[in-house]
């Protein structure tokens, strides 16, 4: 193949539109939508569930089903249309020329065959390599993309690896051709913090070392601002601004980007002085889009007969380097002025105690071996949890997946019973009391909101009958009319119209189900909420509402809210309190401006760093955890950090090998699980600081 | 491993017992004994003299007495009768008395006598296995291709012209029983008079009178393709159209999983994706499946060797059945139970080879 002239794009799409074909219509996914990659250039997505960012990475590789299909427009690869391509021209480009790194980094590897076989037969195909070469090459991938022991991970089976190690495979299996360009699907959502910055690292040190181009498609703006030069805001279908990422994240020149940027928790906004704003409104169906701009019924400076009367065209923002906005309005606008002052409301103060946790274990004992049998062993998944909520209180729980975090709120809720030590709910000691066991009064107090609103919901029942369900279970109201009444009360509540009460879960979206999630919760007047990462999968412009939702309830029914959440910019933004766990263990608690500035416990130092922010004035010092985090069953012996503990040399002998750490109280109460000594735990420097606070032009 | 085939063959000896078990206690049911009685001594006997019969014949001891028996861990039943000759269990024509055993019973290898056949149980059973053998080596040898392709061919391109086509096939092979596609293939290839025989006969492409034969005697003592084509693919139709919606089923799954696209995008091509991606996952369900059609094979050779009079195991099993004829019935009970325990733990161990995700770590 002739070489490339490297001062064209590498890809470049020209007015691609794309839809689906269902029995019943035509579907557009994509319209009108732009964009190009130049080479050793890394070009961010982003966009919302639903707003077509994964269908144009699909397009590019040509793989949209049977029901997809490009109904006008180009796609350039190196100056060959690729739209126009046959099945046998497209193998030799995928996997070759342009890879693809996806979200689910188990699903996507098969998991009948060995790693090493999935790896080598990306070369076997593509440069006719033997298999013993293939596998050589594949030994030298692995060791470029940080995985350790190349020859153990080559014989391994996919789920023998870790969530972060099969991502890092992935990775590999994507460079093994060395593609010229490198489409990257979310590839870090289903991965958590710590292991996502070690990615994120992986790929923008491989990028820079293979020069290769990237579409790297995400919901997450801090991540884009961590790895991209350019970006492009999608919303409906259709790319709304693009440009490069300093000119987006700084002088943003279309209003949903500047919403965007708005509803999301930036350090600095305060859940009393400075609440985010979230984007009124729901995200339209394919088939439900309005005339004119997409974003036009859910915009502040919307004009109606301008905004709705026809396609709005792209258009340049003079003075910069492709800078594009879809916006009619977009030189009226003020783009200086500050938000609307949101609601200011008064910090509640701390009431009475509700919640004591003295010393609660929770081991599991669980057997090993693939036909029973085997060695007992104990997990031990909740490690001397002592702490105490106040009314009023939001107390964050923060930590990665299998931190023992989920655990302790089935402890809490009477799913599991404590293993050791006390929960006093109230005035009752209920460690012991499995769900079945305790009064309906105890379990109405205590409630929890879950995660994932799509599955918690019962799919064939309204949603006015469960919440009716739920009034009936904790015996509130009188008569079926009372508990109807009750049942508007609640949705009024939770901001849902009294119409969808007749509603059947699958017609609402994801916000409104979690408020119907809420309603439940509340419907037996809740004094304790328990929820479990309660936002973290809804869409960002979703989350703020969501957010905001809660906090009012927790304001008008000084409920005590207990956030269990990964997200520590959410955390920052909402909680007053703050224990970080780690293993079962609390490493560290305190408030959240104790938890969020120095001094602090090195595993919270990590994660903080990991945390990606979008906005382009805050520096944060680079902290990369080494490794993954120890297997619960096996947990290293002295301080259960100490495996991935960058600051263990500083502690006299070994102590952190040995020993584990006694909890450490500092100025105001703060605790910290550490061996470090005061002198230098207190001069720690702070890991996320604020460039110049100039105003945003 | 060796843990777990141990704890499994324990567990399949106490099925084995179990299952044995109820077979004996319904076998020897009193009605069940009175007619052996009569049948093996004289039909016009008084009830008395079925009583003694049966007390002289070591009927009337308890009933777990003689299941021990039976089983060879009970010594076995004496009597001596007015005249001082003493008959039991284990002494027999050609077995004096004095040097008979004193137990003798399956653990012994010594399955009894076949009250129809006049012969030992056991030279009956192994002749009757070694046709059934036969006969089941050549279904499973058209059967698990066919269906696994079949299968394999309809899910990796779900929806297609070719798919509905293999689907339709499927289904229906499935939804007729054997007895009605034994007797259908009968009327199409093997009768003299209906079907295609005749026509070929009159056109002279075949010399005989039919095309197939539609009894499979003759092949007890020679296998040919004319003798055994019609009971093999009575069978193998039924389990074809079975395994083959499994695999199906299987098949399709897999096409639509994430590694799959992975495979696609990375320019595998759609021969090398269906061979190298798909097949061993598609597989693993196929697979239990496969070896559940051994026992019901069992089923489908009593019909199937009745049907064309090959005097395999099934054919056996329906003689014992219908003569009364418990010591044959009983060992009949055994080998099913055996292939059916045998099967599953066949099953279970290569179920473990093919998933990794449940291998030893």
């Keep these: ?697 | 491993m060796l843990f777990f085939i141990l704890r499994r063959s324990g567990v399949m000896v106490l099925t084995a017992l179990a299952l044995t078990f109820v077979v004996f206690f319904m076998t020897n049911l009193t009605p069940n004994l009175e007619k052996l009685a009569k049948s093996e001594a004289s039909v016009r006997m008084s009830d008395d003299q079925v009583a003694s019969w049966l007390d002289s014949h070591g009927f009337t001891r308890p009933l777990l007495a003689r299941y021990g028996e039976w089983l060879g861990v009970v010594p076995g039943w004496t009597h001596t009768d007015a005249s001082g000759r003493v008959t039991g269990r284990c002494i027999g024509p050609d077995r004096a008395a004095d040097a008979a055993p004193a137990r003798c019973g399956v653990l012994q290898g010594e399955w009894g006598q076949s009250s129809v056949f006049k012969r030992p149980v056991s030279e009956i059973l192994a002749r009757s296995l070694g046709h059934t053998g036969w006969l089941m080596l050549w279904v499973m040898l058209v059967m698990v291709p066919t269906a696994l392709l079949i299968g394999v061919l309809s899910g990796m391109r779900e929806g297609t012209a070719t798919d509905r086509i293999l689907s339709t096939f499927a289904i229906a092979t499935t939804a007729t029983p054997e007895y009605v596609s034994g007797v259908i293939l009968i009327v199409v290839f093997g009768s003299a008079t209906a079907g295609i025989s005749p026509i070929l006969a009159e056109w002279g492409w075949i010399s005989g009178r039919t095309l197939f034969q539609g009894t499979a005697t003759s092949a007890m003592t020679k296998i040919t393709f004319w003798n055994f084509g019609l009971p093999v693919i009575t069978i193998a139709l039924y389990g074809i159209g079975y395994i083959a919606r499994m695999t199906r089923a299987s098949m399709t799954e897999v096409m639509t999983q994430q590694y799959i696209r992975t495979a696609r995008l990375k320019g595998v091509s759609f021969a090398q994706i269906i061979v190298k991606h798909a097949l061993r996952n598609a597989l693993i369900a196929p697979f239990t499946v496969i070896m559940l059609q051994f026992p019901w094979l069992l089923n489908g050779v009593v019909i199937v060797e009745t049907l064309f009079n090959y005097k395999g195991f099934g054919w056996t099993l329906v003689q014992a059945a219908g003569n009364n004829d418990i010591q044959l019935l009983l060992a009949c009970s055994v080998v099913a139970v055996l292939v059916v325990l045998v099967t599953q733990l066949i099953s279970d161990i290569g179920y473990v080879f093919l998933n990794p995700r449940i291998r030893l770590s």
């Design chain 1, 1 to 697: 193949m002739t070489e490339w002239d490297t001062s064209k794009p590498i890809l470049e799409i020209e007015n691609l539109s794309i839809s689906f074909f269902t029995r019943l219509r035509e579907i557009p996914a994509v319209m009108d939508f732009s964009c190009s990659v130049m080479p050793g250039e890394a070009m961010g997505l982003v966009g919302e569930s639903g707003c077509g960012k994964s269908t144009v990475a699909l397009a590019v590789m040509r793989d949209l089903g049977r029901n997809g299909r490009i109904t006008a427009g180009s796609i350039r690869f190196k100056g060959r249309d690729l739209t126009h391509m046959t099945e046998d021209d497209l193998r030799h480009i995928r996997g070759k020329e342009i890879a693809m790194i996806y979200q689910e980094p188990m699903a996507s590897l098969n998991p009948a065959m060995r790693v090493g076989d999935q790896l080598a037969e990306v070369p076997m195909i593509h440069r006719g390599l033997s298999h013993a070469d293939a596998m050589a090459q594949a030994r030298q991938i692995i060791s470029d993309v940080r995985l350790p022991d190349p020859d153990r991970i080559l014989r391994a089976y996919p789920h023998q690896l870790s969530g972060g190690q099969q991502q890092r495979i992935v990775i590999a299996m994507a460079l093994m051709a060395k593609p010229a360009l490198l489409i990257l699907d979310e590839p870090t959502t289903a991965l958590d913090v710590t292991v996502e910055a070690g990615i994120v690292d992986l790929v923008k040190d491989l990028g820079r070392k293979y020069g290769t181009s990237m579409l790297f498609i995400s919901h997450n703006l801090g991540l884009i601002l961590d790895v991209c030069n350019r970006l492009c805001v999608m919303y409906s279908g259709e790319a709304v601004e693009t440009g490069t990422v300093t000119e987006v994240f700084d002088r943003m020149r279309h209003p949903y980007t500047q919403a965007l940027f708005r509803s999301i928790p930036l350090p600095g906004a305060d859940k009393n002085a400075r609440p985010l704003i979230a984007i009124p409104g729901n995200f339209p169906l394919p088939h439900e889009r309005p005339r004119g701009c997409n974003f036009g019924p859910r915009c502040d400076y919307f004009e109606a007969g301008r905004c709705d009367a026809a396609t709005v065209p792209m258009d340049l923002v003079p003075g910069s380097s492709r800078h594009e906005t879809r916006c009619l309005r977009w030189r009226d606008i003020d783009w200086a002025a500050p938000p609307k002052a949101g609601r200011v409301t008064e910090k509640l103060a701390p009431g009475r105690l509700v919640l004591k946790l003295e010393d609660l274990k929770k081991y599991y004992s669980v057997s090993s071996g693939a036909f029973g049998g085997g060695a007992e062993k104990v997990v031990k998944a909740n490690e001397s949890l002592s702490f105490e909520a106040r009314e009023n209180e939001t107390l964050a729980i923060v930590g990665e997946s299998g931190c023992g975090k989920s655990t302790f709120a089935k402890v809490l809720m009477g799913l599991e019973t404590a293993t050791d030590g006390q929960i006093m709910l109230f005035d009752e000691n209920v460690q012991d009391t499995p769900i079945q066991a305790r009064n309906t009064d105890t379990v109405s107090k205590l409630q929890m909101v879950f995660q994932n609103p799509f599955d918690t919901l019962n799919p064939s029942m309204t949603v006015g009958r469960q919440i009716i369900r739920a009034l009936e279970i904790f015996q509130k109201g009188t008569s079926d009319a009372d508990r109807v009444e009750r049942m508007l009360t609640l949705m009024d509540m939770v901001k849902l119209p009294r119409a969808f009460a007749d509603r059947m879960p699958r017609q609402l979206s994801g916000g409104q189900k979690q408020r119907v999630g809420i309603a439940r919760a509340f419907a037996g007047g809740a004094k304790i909420v328990v929820a479990d990462e309660p936002v973290s999968a809804l869409d960002v412009s979703v989350q703020a509402a969501v957010t905001d939702l809660l906090m009012d309830i927790q304001r008008e029914n000084h409920t005590t809210l207990l956030f269990i959440s990964h997200d520590l910019s959410i955390v920052r933004y909402l909680s007053d309190r703050v224990m970080v766990m780690y293993l079962g263990h609390v490493v560290e608690m305190g408030t959240t401006d104790q938890v969020f500035s120095p001094p602090y416990h090195p595993y919270t130092e990590a994660l903080l760093s990991a945390v990606p922010i979008a906005d382009t004035r805050v520096k944060k010092r680079r902290i990369v955890l080494e490794g993954d985090i120890p297997s619960a069953m096996n947990p290293p012996p002295g301080c259960p950090f100490q495996t991935r503990c960058r600051w263990k040399t500083e502690v006299p002998g070994d102590l952190c090998d040995t020993d584990l750490p006694p909890v450490k109280v500092m100025a105001g109460g703060h605790q910290i699980k550490c061996h470090l000594s005061d002198d230098i735990l207190n001069g720690m420097e702070p890991v996320i600081s604020m460039a110049a606070d100039e105003a945003r032009g």
